[in-house]
């Protein structure tokens, strides 16, 4: 079985700030992890994704994510938030047995302040 | 790259009417997956078919909603009969099948029962 746990469904933070959001996993074999970001009225689009290739791993505008395995973690970070990147964000878990099905978290919204 | 395309944007009906959703999935892509989105249940996964061919279906609600896929560039999400507690988002993705390739989704299906 896997599973996603995003901590925190709101996340404020000020224009130009660290942005922190965090998922945890859950998984009996190695994970594939990913980030997806939605804008209003539109579909889910992908950030970035953990293939076991590298820990870290950087995605569009400006994202990235480490992944921790002894922490079961895949948080997302941003140096520096901007007003565009106001959205809502999943994390998601797939498997080498799940020919592509993926697990979504529950998503964090993240409002950037001004 | 078109991307995946859906059909309607919008649908308003009445309970007890009929509602097919359209999806045409990216060329070359053979995973396709139905989700609905709404703001108690979050992103919930209905159906998923491989190869045209139904793989879970077990988050299909229940017998109201049917899902097809004749071929590789076309997929229906139908309700019969519609009642008020469907209206949500519905999202088609799709992927190459394999465990590390993401989905991509369309802009979604605005549904609204009334």
């Known amino acids: 079985a896997q599973s996603v746990t995003q901590l925190g469904s709101h996340v404020s933070v000020s224009e130009g700030a660290l942005v922190l959001l965090r998922c945890n996993y859950s998984?009996?074999?190695?994970?594939?992890l990913f980030w997806y970001v939605q804008y209003p009225n539109q579909g889910l689009q992908l950030l970035l994704k953990?293939?076991?290739?590298?820990?870290l791993v950087k995605g569009i505008n400006g994202f990235e994510a480490e992944f921790k395995k002894s922490e079961t973690s895949f948080h997302l970070t941003k140096p520096s938030a901007h007003m565009s990147d106001a959205a809502e964000y999943f994390c998601?878990?797939?498997?080498?047995?799940?020919?592509?099905?993926?697990?979504f978290g529950d998503g964090t919204t993240l409002t950037v302040k001004p | 790259d078109a991307g995946v395309i859906q059909s309607p944007r919008h649908e308003v009906t009445e309970m007890g009417q009929e509602v097919t959703l359209r999806c045409k999935p990216i060329?070359?892509?053979?995973?396709l997956f139905w989700y609905r989105q709404t703001m108690m249940r979050g992103l919930e996964l209905l159906i998923y078919?491989?190869?045209?061919?139904?793989?879970?279906d077990s988050g299909m609600p229940e017998d109201r909603f049917s899902a097809k896929m004749p071929n590789a560039s076309f997929s229906t999400l139908k309700i019969q009969p519609s009642e008020p507690r469907d209206s949500a988002v519905y999202f088609c993705?799709?992927?190459?099948?394999?465990?590390?390739?993401?989905?991509?989704f369309g802009n979604g299906t605005r549904l609204t029962v009334t």
């Open positions: 078919f491989n190869n045209n061919v139904p793989i879970d």
């Open positions: 998984s009996s074999v190695p994970p594939y």
């Open positions: 060329s070359g892509h053979n995973s």
């Open positions: 993705a799709s992927s190459q099948s394999s465990y590390n390739s993401p989905l991509h």
């Open positions: 998601a878990v797939s498997r080498a047995t799940n020919a592509g099905k993926s697990t």
């Open positions: 953990y293939t076991s290739a590298a820990t």
